[in-house]
């Protein structure tokens, strides 16, 4: 960790877009245009409010993308909730990069790609899946499982049905949690969806939603033959202070914030008490 990192930087938020109910997209300029720093996919970014709060979010946009940054956010507290007021043109201070990425150059290369979804949990996969199709002769077969409560709930679903399912070597599984009007697709859980899918146990799995979904898709995925090496997983909801003081982020003797938010299943142990 630099320096840099630990200085916070002013950003310009020059887009708002309106995802789901209670979730928005931000879109993030450096002062003098840009990014305010590079990452790589599944870091994270601390975003604060002078005199209201700090937080730490996932970078959802891909660094492949060198005009701004984006971060998706959920309603769901005091600092979010001030931030879902934010207009365009207003100012916010942004440190980072935090944590480690997805290890997108070394292990992921070559191989197919599963990314599970659930809820919000498609924010830090976006970036990983906008980074893998920017440089699509360095991966194989692309599949993609997300679900959410409604058609309502699925965030960048404009993005999914416009750009991903039209690309070769991509395929894209929807789901949502019970039958509504206007909804012709796939209508049940994520954990039961994968099992029904029955996946081969080759390649890697990205996985992240609600830590009940990812226990139960992980369950899923070892009892069809794939291996803890072969999972990874982001818990960068866990993480506090970004810098291994606080003591909140631990599982086990893994701090998240310093070995993290990243982590391939093999290396977790046993996971937190709320999974």
């Not at 039209?166 to 049940?188: K, M, N, P, S």
Request: with cysteine.
């Amino acid at each position: 960790m630099t320096k840099e990192t630990l200085v916070p930087v002013l950003g310009i938020v020059t887009d708002v877009r309106v995802d789901t109910p209670d979730v928005k997209t931000f879109r993030v300029n450096a002062v003098d245009g840009g990014k305010c720093f590079e990452h790589m996919p599944g870091q994270c970014a601390m975003l604060s409010i002078p005199g209201v709060g700090e937080a730490m979010f996932s970078i959802t946009s891909s660094p492949t993308n060198k005009e701004f940054m984006e971060f998706s956010i959920k309603k769901c507290g005091c600092l979010t909730n001030w931030l879902h007021q934010m207009d365009v043109g207003q100012m916010i201070t942004v440190r980072g990069p935090y944590g480690n990425a997805f290890p997108v150059e070394e292990d992921l290369k070559g191989q197919d790609l599963l990314f599970i979804a659930g809820g919000i949990g498609l924010a830090p996969l976006r970036s990983v899946i906008n980074y893998v199709r920017a440089n699509r002769e360095n991966y194989g077969k692309v599949r993609i499982v997300y679900g959410s409560r409604t058609k309502e709930d699925l965030v960048d679903y404009p993005e999914i049905v416009n750009e991903w399912c039209q690309e070769a070597g991509i395929e894209v599984f929807l789901t949502i949690d019970q039958a509504q009007e206007g909804w012709d697709g796939h209508v049940g859980f994520v954990p039961a969806y994968v099992t029904e899918l029955g996946f081969d146990p080759h390649g890697r799995v990205l996985v992240c939603g609600p830590p009940i979904m990812i226990k139960f898709t992980t369950q899923a995925l070892l009892e069809m033959g794939f291996d803890k090496t072969q999972i990874y997983t982001t818990m960068e909801l866990r993480m506090k202070c970004g810098v291994g003081k606080c003591g909140r982020c631990n599982i086990g003797d893994q701090y998240v914030c310093k070995d993290g938010p990243v982590f391939r299943f093999d290396q977790l142990g046993e996971l937190p008490a709320e999974y």
